[in-house]
């Protein structure tokens, strides 16, 4: 089936270990992008990447890089995590340069303690 | 100020009520809207999508978007305990710029 898929679903780090959080698509979108989600804050936007081969910070970019491997995949990693990086992570897709909605992973669940 | 703004909630209705879900936003620029539904650890999973002032009705549900007034609405007509989850609205200005509301909880009480 078509659709977004992250790995891993659940993580628990320590503070300062690092992690990279996959995501593939198999949409034949160009762009996709990485939020986070935490209560009351609702979707902030990480980073994102219209194509291949190119990333842009979102409003949140701190303490988080990113890698646009190729069309269909695009990984977010944390160098050093830290406790306010607890979150759920979110992939999504959309198709670029046009006005059509984006479409979500099911997310990663990481707790750094 | 967010440039989208959507009530928390949370929201509890019998099943059966009628639910009525909305979002303001600040700029006019915004032109298309788009209602998400998201379960407990899950992903947002695109409900309804619109662009046009007026209403849009898929079954049960039904976007209404009013560009005059910078206010989005999603009504649930006989609402089930299966849709119960949060609900996130969306908009795009241009391209590849999405903005989001913090989502509004909904349980549905049999």
Same mark, same amino acid.
């Given at each position: 089936?078509?659709?977004?898929?992250?790995?891993?679903?659940?993580?628990?780090?320590?503070?300062?270990?690092?992690?990279?959080?996959?995501?593939?698509?198999?949409?034949?979108?160009?762009?996709?992008?990485?939020?986070?989600?935490?209560?009351?804050?609702?979707?902030?936007?990480?980073?994102?990447?219209?194509?291949? %081969?190119?990333?842009?910070? %979102?409003?949140?970019?701190? %303490?988080?890089?990113?890698?646009?491997?190729?069309?269909?995949?695009?990984?977010?990693?944390?160098?050093?995590?830290?406790?306010?990086?607890?979150?759920?992570?979110?992939?999504?897709?959309?198709?670029? %340069?046009?006005?059509?909605?984006?479409?979500?992973?099911?997310?990663?669940?990481?707790?750094?303690? | 100020?967010?440039?989208?703004?959507?009530?928390?909630?949370?929201?509890?209705?019998?099943?059966? $009520?009628?639910?009525?879900?909305?979002?303001?936003?600040?700029?006019?620029?915004?032109?298309?809207?788009?209602?998400? @539904?998201?379960?407990? @650890?899950?992903?947002?999973?695109?409900?309804?999508? /619109?662009?046009?002032?007026?209403? *849009?009705?898929?079954? @049960?549900?039904?976007?209404?978007?009013? *560009?005059?007034? *910078?206010?989005?609405?999603?009504?649930?007509?006989?609402?089930?305990?299966?849709?119960?989850? /949060?609900?996130?609205? $969306?908009?795009? *200005? /241009?391209?590849?710029?999405?903005?989001?509301? /913090?989502?509004?909880?909904?349980?549905?009480?049999?």
């Amino acid at each position: 089936n078509a659709g977004v898929t992250q790995t891993p679903k659940f993580q628990v780090l320590k503070t300062g270990q690092s992690m990279t959080l996959q995501c593939a698509q198999d949409m034949n979108h160009n762009s996709m992008y990485w939020y986070r989600q935490d209560p009351g804050m609702g979707l902030r936007l990480i980073y994102y990447s219209a194509s291949e %081969g190119t990333t842009d910070k %979102g409003e949140v970019p701190n %303490g988080y890089n990113v890698s646009r491997l190729n069309k269909r995949e695009f990984s977010l990693r944390l160098e050093s995590a830290a406790p306010s990086q607890t979150s759920v992570y979110f992939c999504a897709t959309h198709r670029t %340069g046009t006005d059509q909605p984006q479409h979500f992973g099911d997310g990663t669940r990481l707790s750094i303690l | 100020q967010k440039e989208v703004e959507q009530d928390p909630g949370p929201l509890s209705v019998p099943e059966g $009520a009628i639910v009525s879900l909305n979002c303001t936003y600040s700029n006019s620029a915004f032109q298309y809207f788009m209602w998400y @539904r998201q379960y407990s @650890r899950k992903g947002p999973e695109l409900l309804m999508y /619109t662009y046009s002032s007026g209403n *849009k009705e898929d079954g @049960r549900f039904t976007a209404q978007v009013d *560009k005059s007034s *910078k206010y989005i609405s999603l009504f649930i007509r006989d609402s089930q305990p299966s849709d119960s989850a /949060t609900y996130l609205c $969306a908009m795009i *200005k /241009t391209g590849n710029q999405f903005y989001f509301g /913090t989502g509004t909880s909904l349980t549905v009480i049999p």
